[in-house]
């Protein structure tokens, strides 16, 4: 019996050979995955699973949910484990997640049974719980994250987090700093982290009264915590990442950009501190080693998940470590969007087919059964080809949404956003409730801004001597250039130049006044120059493009959105721009 079944083992390996140790496999869609390699004696498999950045995606997490069932298999046959954790930013992003504040997410996941979360700076979007999403008369700015805490089977993981008050660590229920499985007879220990950006990058509402910690200081304390209590795995998930061009030569990083937090923090770390790291926050993709440390991290939206696989001894110590590049659970349309859920064939995973599991596929169905009215509701618009966004660029939507928010404020000359609320693009044909929502899901109000000319124009400066996203107008163009050695900046609001003392209203969001991007937290507006709206921005735009409906209006073409002979603001290269104060010349990096 014994040699029978060493010769079907030899033969099942001749026909599914393994990829080779370390080696990182290329982005994929509904293929069949390898077998999993029958470990050597003694050792056992530790799979590790990582999503980071859905969004609410509740659509698509069903069918994540059969490619961790068929691993879970193939590890259980093997004697192996798998753990499963996200990098954060769970909730916040589509009408059905945001109907709920998150809570059919939680429900989801819950399901899936992940092990733990990271809290991402999208965490607090919400607010109170309740329809607010800013505090008022007490209310607790936290409320909605630690009722999603409270409802979920796994933990909340926060590490350097602090009250602004006391600097100690912020101890909410089921929100430490760590947690510590054991899976296979392995102990391991997960520690989760926050992007240092989180105060920014969130309603600054509802950020108030705490602060960031430095990341480092805190993964090490942790680490040691951890490994004072056995833990022979440290993972830590992060909601901190970069972007890589290349994610299947995991030892080549050359491709990836190290500006971004997740490469200081790694070079701050002690050797041997983190085993792991699953990141987030930059909707990009890794699978890299850095430093000795195996790094995830899968886009965003549930378009992919991340997967390491660590190879133990009989002791527990690590022998080897494989990386996988984010697996695309559906193709991508040329725009690089995934293609929709009903169109996506998963095939075979581990040697099985991918079935979606029923209970989380009922918990989505539920959520979208909720949102389909309002979701698929005409707005009486057509539009004649994909308006797309961009983060550091104008683009048509940046342009389109300005356009709307202007048209909604007859009290003001201009409006603006900022890059990053542009989160999907408006496909082509008649355009829904549910797609103006996808492209603009932050329960945003209106402020209207008075300032004077002077400011505004150091408000563009600032936004074009920084490489965060760039601020989208209407109502107002602006040409940048550089002239003995300073940054000159020339404005026109309705076609007339602007003058330095004179006033301007400006129409904007409850985000940016309050701190977001940093865009007006540089000039120190006074309390006087800041009217504050219970107007929903999204709202009122879907209230102006039903209002074209019959209209010569009605048909939008992105074409006469983005013309790029003449952009809304012009400067010279690339941002961040500088100026060389000896030669006048611009100067970007």
Not at 324 to 332: E, G, I, N, S, V
Not at 360 to 384: C, M, Y
């Amino acid at each position: 019996m014994k040699s029978a079944r060493l010769l079907v083992l030899f033969l099942f390996a001749c026909s599914h050979p393994a990829a080779p140790a370390g080696q990182a496999s290329a982005p994929q869609a509904a293929t069949v995955a390898s077998a999993p390699p029958v470990a050597a004696s003694g050792t056992k498999t530790l799979t590790i699973l990582g999503t980071n950045d859905v969004h609410g995606a509740i659509e698509r997490v069903p069918l994540f949910s059969g490619f961790v069932a068929n691993v879970r298999a193939a590890r259980a046959a093997d004697g192996g484990g798998v753990v499963l954790v996200d990098g954060g930013d769970m909730f916040q992003g589509t009408l059905e997640s945001n109907l709920a504040e998150g809570a059919d997410m939680v429900r989801a996941y819950n399901k899936l049974a992940y092990d733990a979360v990271a809290v991402g700076n999208h965490e607090f979007d919400y607010g109170p719980a309740g329809p607010k999403t800013t505090p008022s008369n007490g209310e607790d700015p936290r409320g909605a994250l630690k009722a999603r805490a409270s409802e979920a089977h796994f933990p909340f993981l926060v590490s350097n987090i602090a009250d602004a008050q006391t600097g100690a660590r912020i101890e909410y229920p089921n929100m430490p700093a760590s947690t510590l499985i054991e899976r296979a007879g392995v102990k391991i220990g997960i520690i989760g982290v926050s992007t240092e950006v989180t105060p920014t990058t969130t309603m600054a509402a509802n950020f108030a009264g705490l602060q960031m910690m430095p990341p480092a200081p805190a993964v090490i304390e942790q680490a040691k915590v951890l490994r004072d209590k056995g833990a022979q795995v440290i993972i830590a998930t992060m909601h901190v990442g970069s972007s890589c061009r290349d994610v299947e030569h995991h030892d080549d990083t050359s491709s990836c950009d190290k500006d971004e937090e997740i490469f200081p923090l790694i070079a701050a770390l002690p050797k041997g501190t983190v085993d792991v790291m699953v990141g987030g926050h930059t909707h990009a993709g890794m699978a890299h080693m850095i430093d000795g440390i195996a790094v995830i991290e899968s886009y965003a939206s549930g378009r992919a998940f991340g997967r390491i696989d660590l190879t133990l001894d009989a002791s527990g110590k690590i022998v080897s470590k494989k990386i996988f590049a984010p697996h695309l659970m559906c193709p991508l349309d040329k725009n690089h969007n995934p293609a929709p859920v009903a169109e996506c064939d998963l095939g075979s995973y581990e040697g099985k087919p991918v079935v979606a599991d029923p209970e989380v596929k009922q918990i989505a169905d539920a959520a979208l059964a909720r949102a389909a009215e309002r979701r698929s509701e005409p707005l009486g618009i057509t539009v004649t080809k994909t308006i797309t966004r961009a983060h550091s660029a104008e683009s048509a939507e940046g342009n389109l949404l300005t356009d709307l928010m202007l048209a909604a404020r007859k009290d003001a000359q201009i409006a603006m956003t900022n890059g990053g609320g542009l989160r999907a693009d408006i496909p082509a044909g008649a355009l829904t409730y549910g797609q103006l929502f996808e492209s603009t899901p932050f329960d945003n109000r209106f402020v209207i801004v008075d300032v004077t000319g002077k400011t505004l124009r150091e408000v563009l400066a600032d936004n074009l001597g920084r490489d965060s996203g760039l601020l989208s107008f209407s109502g107002l163009t602006a040409r940048a250039a550089c002239k003995a050695g300073k940054l000159d900046i020339e404005i026109k609001v309705a076609g007339k130049p602007v003058s330095d003392s004179a006033h301007y209203k400006i129409a904007t969001s409850d985000f940016l006044t309050t701190g977001g991007d940093g865009v007006f937290q540089r000039v120190h507006l006074p309390a006087s120059a800041i009217q504050v709206t219970d107007v929903i921005i999204r709202d009122a735009m879907a209230d102006v493009l039903r209002s074209w409906k019959g209209t010569a209006k009605a048909t939008i073409d992105p074409d006469k959105l983005l013309v790029k002979k003449s952009p809304r603001l012009e400067f010279p290269g690339k941002r961040p721009v500088r100026c060389d104060g000896a030669s006048g010349k611009e100067a970007s990096k």
